[in-house]
């Protein structure tokens, strides 16, 4: 079974410029969530899908950046414009829905490096 | 903010059982504590969870003190391919609720 995978594994783009990245959870996993290590930081909550709907949006930055996940397969995360902060370590994660009371495990991917120069 | 408390390091001999503590001393009934690992660049890999018995898997096993107010990470045969930074998180028993990652313990297994 493949796992989650995020493309592109890499990006150097320009202050100012936009870049989307791109989740494909793993098959059958309703829940995807995003996450982001920036320098020197923990890692930190972005968002959260139920198929095609955002749950919980309480961990983005600000309003430039956009999460979609249209038909609730694969997810992209637009940033525009981009700023040198942005910079970081961008993980997205999948797990199973699962009855509300039972936790689920969220599987990784291996995230994109972004770099804003 | 992370509501558990972790050692920044620790060593660990090949071959050794690897013990990580963690202090979760504010949590809730209804919360779970989960262990996940951070091997260099690459994702968190998801260890193994626990509510209030112990419980072990093919990589680990976790014990959780009688109070649940302490646990213990127990890799019973370090390698070097266990080097890496690890995560002891308290979570609520719902699904789709996020990590809140803290520093985490970074161990470095040697021979």
């Known amino acids: 079974e493949a796992g989650v995978t995020q493309f592109p594994s890499h990006s150097v783009i320009e202050k100012g410029q936009t870049v989307t990245l791109r989740c494909d959870p793993i098959?059958?996993?309703?829940?995807l969530y995003w996450y982001r290590r920036v320098m020197g930081k923990e890692i930190k909550f972005l968002l959260h899908?139920?198929?095609?709907?955002?749950?919980?949006e309480s961990g983005m930055p600000n309003n430039r950046f956009l999460a979609e996940r249209t038909g609730g397969t694969y997810s992209t995360l637009k940033v525009q414009p981009a700023e040198l902060e942005d910079s970081g370590v961008y993980f997205c994660?999948?797990?199973?829905?699962?009855?509300?009371?039972?936790?689920?495990?969220?599987?990784f991917g291996p995230g994109t490096r972004l770099t804003v120069t | 903010d992370a509501k558990t408390t972790q050692p920044t390091s620790m060593d660990c001999a090949e071959g050794r059982a690897a013990n990580l503590p963690c202090n979760h001393s504010?949590?809730?009934?209804?919360?779970?504590v989960y262990w996940y690992r951070q091997i260099h660049s690459q994702g968190p890999q998801y260890i193994i969870h626990?509510?209030?018995n112990n419980e072990t898997n093919e990589m680990a096993s976790l014990i959780i003190t009688e109070d649940r107010k302490s646990s213990t990470l127990i890799l019973p045969h370090a390698t070097l391919r266990d080097t890496a930074v690890y995560y002891c998180?308290?979570?609520?028993?719902?699904?789709?609720?996020?990590?809140?990652f803290g520093k985490g313990t970074t161990l470095s297994v040697s021979s």
């Open positions: 098959s059958g996993h309703d829940n």
């Open positions: 504010t949590i809730s009934g209804n919360e779970y």
């Open positions: 899908f139920v198929k095609e709907s955002k749950q919980d």
């Open positions: 994660a999948s797990s199973q829905d699962r009855n509300w009371q039972t936790p689920d495990e969220q599987y």
């Open positions: 626990g509510l209030k």
């Open positions: 998180i308290v979570r609520v028993a719902s699904a789709g609720t996020a990590l809140i």
